[in-house]
T-cell receptor, first 114, second 118 residues
Framework: AQSVAQPEDQVNVAEGNPLTVKCTYSVSGNPYLFWYVQYPNRGLQFLLKYITGDNLVKGSYGFEAEFNKSQTSFHLKKPSALVSDSALYFCAVRSSGGSYIPTFGRGTSLIVHP | EAGVAQSPRYKIIEKRQSVAFWCNPISGHATLYWYQQILGQGPKLLIQFQNNGVVDDSQLPKDRFSAERLKGVDSTLKIQPAKLEDSAVYLC????????????????FGPGTRLTVL
């Protein structure tokens, strides 16, 4: 069975500092990996995805994520955090073959302090 | 481009009552998904449609939940009868093509319907 772990319920960072939101996964076969962001009272918004190719994926709003196959990780990063980045972040995974069902992590609340 | 529309935004019902949610996907999107997001958890896929056909409903509690997408456009999700544990946000999403197989189109989510079962 596939699974996603987001080990931190909350990440606190000062504005202007780099941020990392962690995600590790387990899946049969090759993974398709995704990051979504959720603002209060709004649906999830797509940030970026890894399907194949370059391990460093660049996405919306200056975010990027690095796929590490040996560590089964797909951590979300941003070089300089903004207060407006404060939101709930979800990592999701599904296998490149077999079931179409994606598995989402529990989410990590990112709080960026002024 | 208009986004995914959902209604109602909020619903409060008593247990054992029935409730229905409506979703209108982005125009031209063939694939539609319903998710259940319980507080403190990530979204869980309930059902996936490709046009008006069901691609996967393995995680849909079929004894009380049903969904349809009769004309391949908008969709309704129904719960009958509701239980306390059904309290959650129900998210609808759509994508241009099937998210399964070799296609990995981005899913666009609606704002969700927050259901409270008392």
């Amino acid at each position: 069975a596939q699974s996603v772990a987001q080990p931190e319920d909350q990440v606190n960072v000062a504005e202007g500092n780099p941020l990392t939101v962690k995600c590790t996964y387990s899946v049969s076969g090759n993974p398709y990996l995704f990051w979504y962001v959720q603002y209060p009272n709004r649906g999830l918004q797509f940030l970026l995805k890894y399907i194949t190719g370059d391990n460093l994926v660049k996405g919306s709003y200056g975010f990027e994520a690095e796929f590490n196959k040996s560590q089964t990780s797909f951590h979300l990063k941003k070089p300089s955090a903004l207060v407006s980045d404060s939101a709930l972040y979800f990592c999701a995974v599904r296998s490149s073959g077999g079931s179409y069902i994606p598995t989402f992590g529990r989410g990590t609340s990112l709080i960026v302090h002024p | 481009e208009a986004g995914v529309a959902q209604s109602p935004r909020y619903k409060i019902i008593e247990k054992r009552q029935s409730v229905a949610f409506w979703c209108n996907p982005i125009s031209g999107h063939a694939t539609l998904y319903w998710y259940q997001q319980i507080l403190g958890q990530g979204p869980k896929l309930l059902i996936q449609f490709q046009n008006n056909g069901v691609v996967d409903d393995s995680q849909l509690p079929k004894d009380r939940f049903s969904a349809e997408r009769l004309k391949g456009v908008d969709s309704t999700l129904k719960i009958q009868p509701a239980k306390l544990e059904d309290s959650a946000v129900y998210l609808c999403a759509s994508s241009l093509q099937n998210w399964g197989g070799q296609y990995t189109d981005t899913q666009y989510f609606g704002p969700g319907t927050r259901l409270t079962v008392l």
